[in-house]
């Protein structure tokens, strides 16, 4: 059964450095997604991607945050200059065209910035 | 889309049938009742959705009110690996593509 893929798993990062998180969305798959969930709270959505250009995004996703699709099969997050409260997990999501709400998540990966 | 609201925890036991109940009653006509799951630490899971209709798939059962201001998930024969937390959302198809998150019902399925 097809899946998204995520790396790395964990990341581990120094407040101010540049992360990026890759993903590999299902290859049929059309609209992708980053959602993050800091320990014990919500999953919380950051953005939304289709026909390469974001068609959303929520109050978290700043300037600081961007997300590209540099070739066929990697959907990218980065974050320019990380801070302590980043420190999340970052989800990747994709869906197919006619079903948008129909989600498939990656495992994650967990980000930890000190 | 519509707020939800569903117990924080529930349990179960191992076999039994599961039945998460969610409420929106502000639900519109264009609204679609979604449900994740959450196994810990992991990605959330789609499990099912319907509209105004009753769904069954492999993994669940959606039992949608006719009024359609609640739903229940049925789980019919919960096992150990069902221990999740369970996300109802409401969303419109077409509209925004976001799914939010509320903060589930934990279920815990006991041997």
């Known amino acids: 059964e097809p899946e998204v893929t995520q790396t790395p798993s964990h990341q581990v990062t120094q407040m101010g450095q540049e992360v990026i998180l890759r993903c590999v969305p299902i290859?049929?798959?059309?609209?992708f997604y980053w959602y993050r969930q800091i320990l014990g709270q919500k999953v919380e959505f950051l953005v939304s991607?289709?026909?390469?250009?974001?068609?959303?995004k929520s109050e978290i996703f700043d300037d600081q945050f961007s997300v590209e699709r540099p070739d066929g099969s990697n959907f990218t997050l980065k974050i320019r200059s990380t801070k302590l409260e980043d420190s999340a997990m970052y989800f990747c999501?994709?869906?197919?065209?006619?079903?948008?709400?129909?989600?498939?998540f990656g495992p994650g990966t967990r980000l930890l910035v000190l | 889309d519509a707020k939800t609201t569903q117990p924080t925890s529930m349990d179960c036991a191992e076999g039994r049938a599961a039945n998460l109940p969610c409420n929106h009653s502000?639900?519109?006509?264009?609204?679609?009742v979604y449900w994740y799951r959450q196994i810990h630490s992991q990605g959330p899971q789609y499990i099912i959705h319907?509209?105004?209709n009753n769904e069954t798939n492999e993994m669940a059962s959606l039992i949608i009110t006719e009024d359609r201001k609640s739903s229940t998930l049925i789980l019919p024969h919960a096992t150990l690996r069902d221990t999740a937390v369970y996300y109802c959302?409401?969303?419109?198809?077409?509209?925004?593509?976001?799914?939010?998150f509320g903060k589930g019902t934990k279920l815990t399925v006991n041997p």
């Open positions: 502000t639900i519109s006509g264009n609204e679609y």
């Open positions: 319907g509209l105004k």
């Open positions: 991607f289709y026909n390469n250009e974001i068609s959303e």
């Open positions: 959302i409401a969303a419109s198809q077409g509209g925004s593509e976001k799914l939010v």
């Open positions: 999501a994709s869906s197919e065209q006619g079903n948008r709400e129909t989600q498939y």
């Open positions: 290859s049929n798959h059309l609209y």
